[in-house]
T-cell receptor, first 109, second 116 residues
């Protein structure tokens, strides 16, 4: 079967670093996506990993290990505007996105 | 970059009426469009997948006669919630994908539907 899991909620301090983990199980895999979603808004694309390793994009980095079914999103120099839900999703063999439940990230001053 | 326009942003309707939500790809041809529903504090739930010119494929548990999807052109898909009830109140989001295979999904801005 297919499943995907990520923590429900995390709290971090402004200026700090936070890592949001995502684990998944699937027989067909065509990459893993991370999206950011602010309350009441649609998700916006953050990153896409299809090969193992770390992809860095400014303050945000995303890592993938296909053998472990594991990804993480790393946010550096946290800002208050980073308070949002972060959704991981893998693309299955039919090129459909299978979504995690989202991790609500709370940033404290 | 790719832009998907979704209208209306929010709508309030009375029970028993129907509401139509439009999703347009502005600068690309959307081979496939997806309709999601999201209840408060929950993740996106895929309702249906539509390909231009063909009938939508609905996920299990989604009533196709209640949620009518039309994808008449490569740039427009509509979702009509028929005979709306308060339990249909939710955040509806469309997304579009250009071409096949591994192409990113672009999301519309979402529609907040409240049925009173």
């Amino acid at each position: 079967g297919q499943n995907i899991d990520q923590p429900t909620e995390m709290t971090a301090t402004e200026g700090a670093i936070v890592q949001i983990n995502c684990t998944y199980q699937t027989s067909g895999f065509n990459g893993l996506f991370w999206y950011q979603q602010h309350a009441g808004e649609a998700p916006t694309f953050l990153s896409y990993n299809v090969l193992d390793g770390l992809e860095e994009k400014g303050r945000f980095s995303s890592f993938l290990s296909r053998s472990k079914g594991y990804s993480y999103l790393l946010l550096k120099e946290l800002q208050m505007k980073d308070s949002a839900s972060y959704l991981c999703a893998f693309m299955d063999s039919n090129y459909q996105l299978i979504w995690g439940a989202g991790t609500k990230l709370i940033i404290k001053p | 970059g790719a832009v998907v326009s979704q209208h209306p942003s929010w709508v309030i309707c009375k029970s028993g009426t129907s509401v139509k939500i439009e999703c347009r790809s502005l600068d690309f041809q959307a081979t496939t469009m997806f309709w999601y529903r999201q209840f408060p504090k929950q993740s996106l739930m895929l309702m249906a997948t539509s390909n231009e010119g063909s009938k939508a494929t609905y996920e299990q548990g989604v009533e196709k006669d209640k949620f009518l999807i039309n994808h008449a052109s490569l740039t427009l898909s509509t979702l009509t919630v028929t005979s709306a009830h308060p339990e249909d109140s939710s955040f509806y989001i469309c997304s579009a994908r250009e071409g096949e295979g591994i192409n990113g999904y672009t999301f519309g801005s979402g529609t907040r539907l409240t049925v009173v």
